[in-house]
Structures are given as structure tokens and as C-alpha cells.
């Protein structure tokens, strides 16, 4: 499944991400930048925020770990990014992938 979220900026869309993966242990989050991680994320949960630019690194990151659902904090990511993660990752049944951000230009 993927899911995106395009909302405006300041509402909350971060906050509203770390409230999901405390509620879900197999839940991980992908940010495009390690400072956004590292400045946002509360400590206990900063083992399951992943920080990376290429798919190959998100794969890489990915490896061995359980999970079934993927958030995505910002669409910084492109489209084509995005779709690649989906086809890569989501084709298994049981990965959701969901996306909050704000669309550039908003």
C-alpha cells in the first residue's frame, strides 16, 4: 500500500509520525537528511529513523530489520524515488509505505 499525505506546512506532520511509531514497533521512518533525525526524533526512537538519499542506501539500511510499515517525513524525496521505493519494497503484501509532506511549491 502507499499512502501520501501532502499538507501544509507547521501542522504537525513530524509529531504526527513519531506518535505512530510509538504506537507500532515495526514501524520505521525514512528522512532525507541524518540533521533532521537526529534534531527531531526523540532519542528512543532514532534507531529506527533511517537517513539516506538513494534507494541503494534505504535498501541497505533496510536489511535484516523487521518492519510493515515505512513513513516517509517530507517529499523533499521525488516522485520517481518515491515509486521506486514502492515497487521495490511494497510489492510485499504486508510493507505499507506512507508518505507525509508538503508538495514544493505549497
Known amino acids: 500500500m502507499l499512502e501520501i ?3 501544509d506546512r507547521g501542522i504537525g506532520k513530524t509529531s504526527k ?3 505512530l511509531m510509538e ?3 515495526l514501524a520505521l ?5 541524518y540533521e533532521i533525525k537526529r534534531s527531531q526524533f526523540p532519542k528512543e ?3 529506527r529513523v533511517i537517513s539516506a538519499r538513494s534507494f541503494k542506501n ?3 539500511e533496510l536489511q535484516g530489520r523487521r518492519y510493515t510499515k515505512l513513513y516517509i517525513d517530507e517529499l523533499l524525496y ?3 524515488f518515491i515509486a521506486e521505493l514502492f515497487y521495490n519494497l511494497g ?4 510493507i505499507s509505505i506512507i508518505v507525509y509532506g508538503t508538495e514544493i511549491g505549497k
Open 5 to 7: 499525505n501532502n499538507q
Open 17 to 19: 509520525i513519531i506518535e
Open 23 to 25: 504506537d507500532d514497533e
Open 29 to 33: 521512518c525514512l528522512v532525507p537528511y
Open 45 to 47: 526512537l532514532q534507531k
Open 58 to 60: 534505504v535498501y541497505d
Open 78 to 80: 521525488s516522485n520517481f
Open 91 to 94: 510489492r510485499r503484501s504486508d
